[in-house]
Every structure is written in C-alpha cells, then in structure tokens.
C-alpha cells in the first residue's frame, strides 16, 4: 500500500492550493481518509477527515469554511482545496487512511503518504 501527497508549494497568503492523495493497493472506497499537518516546533494534527465508510466529513476549527476535502472514486484520490490560505497553515501536509474512521481521526491510520510541504507568505 501506498499513499501519494502532492500539490504543496508556496503560495501568498489569501492565495490558494489543492492537495492530493492518490493511493495504490488501497481502495478509498471502503476508508476513511484524513489530512494532518506539522508545522516546524508543532505537534502533528489532524485538519480534515473523509470517510466513504459513513459519508462523514470533519474539519478543524481552524480550517472550517477555508478547506474543503473531496473524493474522486474515479481516480482513487481524496483532495484537500484550500483556500484564503493563511501564513499559519505552513506545515508539512500528510495523508493517512484506514478502514476505521474513529483510527484516522486521531492519528493511529495505518497508512501514511509521505508529506507535502506548505509554505504561505504573508
């Protein structure tokens, strides 16, 4: 199994960006898939959650109303829109999936993608 994160780059605050996770040997299909972030001297958390299993989404507060996570069945990929980026959300970008919602949305996911890095300017 292996997850693919891609899209990061650097951008100008207010500027916008799409993350993707693509996936082989792993259907999304029957997963929950999640981003997180770490930003330099931060812990790792959790900014956004898609689960094909029960339809859910979650956002953090902190991203709610910017970002926006999708799935594209057709492409097996989940991707993370963001938009009225803020220097703030520099970090590193992480996918993770997992067949148990309740395991990505607190980290434990058993498949992790290499990250993709944010940089925002103000």
């Known amino acids: 199994v292996q997850l693919q994160a891609s899209g990061g780059g650097l951008v100008r605050a207010g500027g916008s960006l799409r993350l993707s996770c693509a996936a082989s040997g792993f259907d999304f299909d029957d997963a929950a898939i999640g981003w997180f972030r770490q930003a330099p001297g931060k812990e790792r958390e959790v900014v956004s959650q898609?689960?094909?299993?029960?339809?859910?989404?979650y956002y953090a507060d902190s991203v709610k109303g910017r970002f926006t996570i999708s799935y594209d069945n057709a492409e097996n990929t989940v991707y993370l829109q963001m938009a009225s980026l803020k220097p703030e959300d520099t970090a590193v970008y992480y996918c993770?999936?997992?067949?148990?919602?309740?395991?990505?949305?607190?980290?434990?996911?058993?498949?992790w993608g290499r990250g993709t890095l944010v940089t925002v300017s103000s």
């Open positions: 898609i689960s094909n299993i029960d339809g859910g989404t």
């Open positions: 993770a999936a997992d067949q148990h919602p309740a395991r990505v949305v607190v980290g434990l996911a058993d498949y």
